[in-house]
């Protein structure tokens, strides 16, 4: 990992208001770069409110395009499961928003993905 580290926000829903003052108090720890939410003027509206330039509709490019080392999985909960073993496989690594899934099942998978692929998975 870089530092800082170089960090992309999935899902702009209100949940990031709590998550954005951390990130831009710590500059030197970390450095937003990227944004993701399928609803584009609201990917657009976080983006401008934290001064991020890449903006994504869909998770998949953005982890193909984006320079980005981690994510934060704010998306809403039946979504962290799938979205975090995603971006995980991709080598990302991930902080999801409690909880952490929908099921124990859920957790065990993203806990072996994390595993797997040698990333760390923070709730």
Do not use: W
């Not at 039946?78 to 991709?90: G, S």
Request: charged share 25%; hydrophobic share 45%; proline share 6%.
């Amino acid at each position: 990992m870089t530092n800082p580290l170089k960090i992309a926000i999935l899902g702009a829903g209100g949940i990031t208001s709590s998550h954005l003052p951390a990130y831009l108090e710590h500059p030197d720890r970390v450095k937003l770069v990227a944004v993701c939410d399928i609803d584009e003027p609201r990917a657009i509206a976080l983006a401008q409110k934290a001064g991020i330039d890449a903006i994504y509709t869909d998770l998949d490019q953005m982890l193909k395009e984006a320079d980005i080392e981690a994510i934060d999985n704010c998306t809403f909960h039946p979504q962290h499961a799938p979205l975090t073993i995603a971006a995980m496989e991709a080598g990302k690594h991930v902080i999801v928003e409690k909880p952490m899934a929908m099921s124990v099942k859920e957790c065990k998978d993203m806990i072996e993905v994390s595993n797997k692929a040698g990333v760390t998975l923070m709730v």
